[in-house]
């Protein structure tokens, strides 16, 4: 673990050690292995999006899973409109996945098609069945969806589940505020 040191050695003030963010969150690679599907919330600044980065990062680099931290939050202006919220969505996944994962991770280039409200669940299904690994999805800012747009995803998600685990993503975990499990 890193520490702080200045050219005299340990700063006379506290001495800082950075803990790795997954150490945060340590049950969900459990959770993650037994395919579950999970909810974290917290409030604001508290580290949710920087440790699910980091155990995106570390499930991906154990060769064993593919695994992205994408975010809902463009769907937000759309909250009566879940149509335009999916390609919203769709669209900032897309660009998540070229940024952070491997060509041959990523989902393949026509994976938007599919009829308006079952965008998202078409679009995960056609990613999971290209992907040469189980598929692991982060989704941040979840609660910032309301409405039709919120419960349109949600229960895409829902739909996918039974499918999983070479036809959907084998865990699916929602990251925000609030407590979506009661939509």
């Known amino acids: 673990m890193p520490r702080w040191f200045n050219s ?3 700063c006379k003030a506290d001495i800082h050690y950075m803990l790795p963010p997954t150490v945060r969150l340590p049950n969900l690679e459990r959770l993650i292995a037994q395919q579950n599907y999970f909810v974290i919330r917290a409030p604001r600044q508290t580290g949710k999006t920087t440790a699910m980065l980091a155990l995106a990062q570390q499930l991906t680099e154990s060769v064993n899973y593919t695994a992205a931290m994408v975010s809902a ?20 996944w897309n660009s998540r996945a070229q940024l952070y994962l491997p060509t041959d991770l990523q989902p393949p280039d026509n994976w938007t098609q599919g ?31 309301q409405d039709e747009a919120l419960i349109s995803i949600l229960r895409q998600l829902r739909d996918g589940y039974p499918v999983r685990p070479k036809n959907f993503p084998i865990s699916v975990g929602l990251i925000g505020l609030r407590d979506v499990r009661d939509y």
């Open 8 to 10: 005299a050695g340990p």
């Open 115 to 145: 009829n308006a409200g079952q965008r998202i669940q078409a679009a995960l299904v056609s990613w999971a069945q290209a992907s040469p690994r189980p598929l692991v999805l982060f989704i941040d800012e979840i609660d910032s969806l």
């Open 73 to 92: 939050e463009v769907g937000a202006p759309f909250s009566h409109e879940p149509e335009k919220a999916e390609l919203a969505v769709l669209d900032a």
